[in-house]
Structures are given as C-alpha cells and as structure tokens.
C-alpha cells in the first residue's frame, strides 16, 4: 500500500487495531474487525503521509504503480513495476507517497493469521529486502488478490476461512517468487556469500571479538540484511545456512587447538565464546560424535 517501510522512530499511538488503522488512513467502507480488504484505486482519499505507526495485526499487499526514485531496496537486476510484502503486528509504519496507487491489501487479526504467517521465514524480512516480481508473477499474484476481495465484497457474512485460504496462498507463492529473485540476483549474492566466507574465516582475528561467539545476526548485519533474508540467501546458494557454516568454524579452529596446543579444555572453550566449558563439550560432541578430551586424545 502506502509506501509502508518498517522504522525505528517512535509511533504515534501504542497500537493500531484494523478499524482504527482504517480511519486513521480514511479509507471507507469498514466490515469487520477481522479481516477487511482493500483495492487501492477505490480510495481516492487515502492519507498521503505519515510518522510512524505501530500495527496490532498482519497487513499482506501488492503495490503496483509505485515510485522508482523511491528506496525500496529496488536494485539493477530488477525490472519491476510491483511488489508484494507483509508487514506483521510489532511493525512500525510510515510513509510518503506523492500520487494514487494501484494494488490491494488484506488486513488480518493476528489470532486468525499468526499461525500460518509464521511458517514462512520471510515473515521476517526487511522492507529493504522487498519482493519485486515479475508481470507473470503479478498476475498470480493480483489474480488470488481479486478473488479474496470478491468474497469479501459479495456477501454480508463474508467466509473468513475463505479469505483466509487466500491469503495463505499468496504467503505461498511469496516463498516461491523469493527463489525466483535469489536466482536473478546471482551476480550480486555471489559477492554477499564470498563476503560471508571471508568475514566467518577473519571473524578471531578482529581483537573485538575476542571471547564473543560468532552470531548470523553479526554477519547480516555486515551484509545490510536481515538475519532471516540472510539466512535464506546463505542456504538457497551453499546448501547449508549461516548457523551451520558457523559451526563448522568453530569445530575446525576446536579441533586445531586440541591438536597443536596445550591449552586446557576450558580455555579453548572460552576463546571460543562459549561462556560455560560444559556447553562447549555437549557442543562438541553433538557435531563430532565424541568428546573433545577423547578427540585431543586421539
């Protein structure tokens, strides 16, 4: 919808419920306190800008018809005119838009959609991390957006399991079209995997993070991405994901301590990271099969 980017500024209202997030945004023609769904090119009124607010629900939207020169983590290996996204309850909101759009929206309680909302690890991307999509994938997309509004519009007592399908099945093929755009951003995730590489295998010999344990947040974040974009970016190109790429650094520099030093056990597992000795040795032994006594002895 609305140019609606994640911030950390602080909200103007605690929380916005789905009515009072409507009539804060003047758009007609409220339902239920459930579910409501919107076309954009019926609200004529929408408000145009505002500082951030904080949703008490899931907001799943197309936004077609948007503007390029805006920061939507847009880059060159993108061609689209449209994106899909969902914002979910916590989020803080804001936007700026100079001109009417086109696309839809689904606004839905969290008690009817968290569940399923939360099988899917994008819940959790960033705006900059945005979903642009194809004109094939548009179609999809906008197609199953049309057919939950049809029944939301045409009856009184509107099927909420119905709409509900709806919205899951976009959540789908959102999850789909994420590979999609892993894939035609080859060239520019090849440079953020080898920077990953590189990062996990320099990662001790920065003196800050001595006795620090290296963490998927630590190196999205050197990445400019969410740990959960991260993560799937990570496994969809090496196979593995961050966590385990991690461990198995942390088991190759264990093992080459236990070889070529005579540090005591605990030491190593502090030099690690690992604040109790005994985390390191179940650690250990759940990744190689025995204990780091019994490697050293070896």
Same mark, same amino acid.
């Given at each position: 919808m609305l140019n609606?980017?994640?911030?950390?500024d602080k909200a103007?209202?605690?929380?916005?419920?789905?009515?009072?997030?409507?009539?804060?945004?003047?758009?007609?023609?409220?339902?239920?306190?459930?579910?409501?769904?919107?076309?954009?090119?019926s609200q004529k009124n929408i408000r145009r800008k505002s500082a951030p607010i904080e949703l008490d629900f899931y907001l799943l939207a197309i936004k077609q018809n948007f503007d390029k020169t805006q920061d939507y983590g847009q880059t060159i290996f993108d061609r689209s005119d449209a994106f899909v996204y969902l914002d979910q309850p916590g989020d803080l909101l804001q936007w700026d838009i100079a001109h009417q759009i086109s696309g839809y929206q689904i606004l839905i309680d969290t008690g009817l959609f968290g569940k399923i909302a939360k099988e899917y690890s994008f819940t959790y991307y960033g705006n900059h991390e945005a979903l642009f999509i194809t004109k094939e994938e548009e179609k999809i997309i906008t197609d199953l957006f049309q057919k939950a509004l049809k029944e939301f519009n045409s009856y009184d007592n509107f099927s909420k399991d119905i709409v509900i399908s709806y919205a899951s099945l976009i959540l789908s093929y959102i999850q789909k079209f994420y590979s999609r755009q892993f894939d035609t951003?080859?060239?520019? %995730?090849?440079?953020?995997? &080898?920077? @990953?590489? =590189?990062?996990?295998?320099?990662?001790?010999?920065?003196?800050?993070?001595?006795?620090?344990?290296?963490?998927?947040?630590?190196?999205s974040e050197m990445a400019n991405l969410s740990s959960n974009y991260f993560g799937d970016l990570i496994k969809h190109y090496t196979g593995r994901s961050p966590q385990e790429h991690i461990h198995q650094l942390l088991i190759q520099i264990a093992k080459n301590k236990l070889r070529t030093t005579?540090?005591?056990?605990?030491?190593?597992?502090?030099?690690?990271?690992?604040? %109790?000795?005994?985390?390191? &040795?179940? @650690?250990? =032994?759940?990744?190689?099969?025995?204990?780091?006594?019994?490697f050293r002895n070896q």
């Open positions: 609606l980017c994640p911030t950390g103007l209202k605690k929380k916005y419920n789905i009515k009072e997030f409507l009539e804060y945004t003047n758009i007609s023609g409220f339902k239920n306190g459930h579910i409501h769904l919107v076309e954009y090119s951003r080859q060239d520019l %995730y090849n440079t953020t995997v &080898a920077d @990953f590489y =590189k990062n996990l295998e320099m990662y001790y010999d920065d003196e800050q993070n001595a006795l620090d344990m290296p963490s998927v947040s630590y190196f005579s540090l005591s056990i605990s030491e190593i597992a502090y030099s690690l990271g690992f604040e %109790y000795p005994s985390y390191f &040795a179940t @650690f250990f =032994k759940k990744e190689t099969g025995i204990s780091p006594s019994v």
